[in-house]
């Protein structure tokens, strides 16, 4: 028995954990994926494009979608709404892509509620906080208040770590990568409890 629906992998972690350098590195390894875009009310920011790294709507327009249940999961994260729009990740699973998340620890466990059974979850996480803050300070896109509430975001989320499947420490990005294929391939072949339960009856049946 091969499971040939789509599947769902969940990537979480602190800004600055390096969660999309990580992506870039197995994209093109993984088979046939669609990475969900989040709609957010936040500013764009240089280099950033609408429609590739997030879908940028204003707090009413937002809204009207919260109202007419567009999201998967929804949250307010440093001021700002981010939300996971359901038809394109609806839309995915039917044609058996892998949908990938990046999103916090709290819409995590809104897809792992909805979704759980055919959700495979990974925490991404610099070796130390002070490496954390390094990396950030580094970027030099936020101003010192963004990173002290990004620091303090980060500790938050560490203690939420266990209710992820995997945990990958972006020590040595190459090595991380490499985790990240195989749980990546892994996730593809997960079977939702009930096609398990279908099987084992099916197996039983002697004639």
């Known amino acids: 028995m091969n499971h040939k629906s789509g599947a769902i992998l969940v990537l979480s972690g602190p800004s600055g954990a390096g969660k999309s350098s990580l992506l870039k590195e197995v994209i093109g390894d993984i088979g046939a994926c669609y990475f969900s875009v989040s709609t957010t009310t936040r500013q764009i920011r240089a280099g950033e494009e609408d429609g590739i790294h997030y879908h ?12 007419q249940d567009f999201f998967l999961e929804y949250a307010v994260v ?25 999103i916090d620890v709290q819409g995590n466990a809104t897809i792992l509620n909805r979704l759980g ?5 990974v925490f991404i996480s610099p070796p130390t906080l002070s490496e954390l803050k390094k990396r950030l300070e580094a970027r030099q896109t936020d101003s010192q208040e963004v990173i002290d509430r990004r620091i303090e975001m980060a500790k938050r989320e560490m203690q939420r770590v266990s209710e992820y499947d995997f945990l990958i420490v972006n020590d040595n990005l190459q090595e ?4 990240l294929r195989v749980i990546a391939k892994a996730a593809r072949v997960k079977i939702p409890a009930n096609e398990i339960n279908d099987f084992v009856h099916g197996w039983e049946d002697i004639h």
Do not use: M, Q, W
């Open 56 to 67: 940028f709507v204003d707090v009413e327009e937002f809204k009207k979608d919260i109202e």
């Open 78 to 102: 440093h001021g700002n709404y981010y939300g996971t729009s359901l038809r394109p990740v609806k839309e995915a699973l039917k044609d058996g892509k892998l949908v990938i998340f990046d």
């Open 117 to 121: 059974d055919i959700t495979t979850s």
């Open 176 to 179: 991380a990568a490499e985790v």
